[in-house]
């Protein structure tokens, strides 16, 4: 359980658009494929984010999250500054919080998580890392970049 089986999906993703389809379709029943759910990890949905789209994910009530692939949530996750605030002005907490400036051209939707439904980001793939292995691209995910505050690194020669 944590962040590097999230990373694993995600670069899975990246590299097998069929396997990035049931992902998109169905995040709980692909992440087993890979042998990846239990607890905290049913009724999994994966968002996209896209040139034109950036997701962040917050759960307004409590603290759901998903933890086979993102491993223990942070702390300020489960903050109700934090909750409250990315539903009112997400570019703005992105960031001043994070550190994370969206482009003012690019929609921002924040999904809320519930006990029934978890949600987390299948981040873009960052330019120059076509021809890279799975092991490779694993390794530029991060949980903030699969909760949507924070990027992927960038890819380095």
């Known amino acids: 359980m944590g962040p ?3 990373a694993k999906v995600v670069a899975k993703a990246w590299s097998d658009p069929e396997f990035k389809a ?4 169905d995040a709980t029943g692909a992440c087993a494929e890979l042998g990846i759910g239990g607890l905290q990890g049913e009724d999994m949905v994966v968002v996209e984010d ?5 997701n962040v994910i917050v759960c307004t009530l409590c603290s759901c999250y998903p933890w086979p692939v993102l491993g223990l949530p942070p ?3 489960k903050e109700p500054q934090y909750r409250a605030a ?12 994070f550190g994370y ?3 003012d051209d690019v929609e921002i939707r924040v999904w809320d998580s519930s006990s029934e439904m978890r949600y987390w980001v299948l ?3 960052p330019a120059g890392t076509d021809g890279w292995t799975e092991d490779q691209l694993a390794e530029l995910v991060s949980r903030d970049s699969m909760i949507g505050v924070g ?3 960038e890819a380095t020669s």
Not at 22 to 25: C, D, I, Q, T
Request: charged letters at 20%; hydrophobic letters at 45%.
């Open 151 to 153: 990027p992927t690194a």
């Open 101 to 103: 400036a969206v482009s």
């Open 22 to 25: 049931r992902l998109l379709a």
């Open 75 to 77: 702390n300020w996750y």
């Open 50 to 54: 896209t040139a034109d789209v950036h």
């Open 123 to 125: 981040p873009a793939r």
């Open 4 to 6: 590097q089986l999230g």
């Open 86 to 97: 990315i539903v009112r002005e997400p570019r703005k907490v992105l960031a001043e919080s």
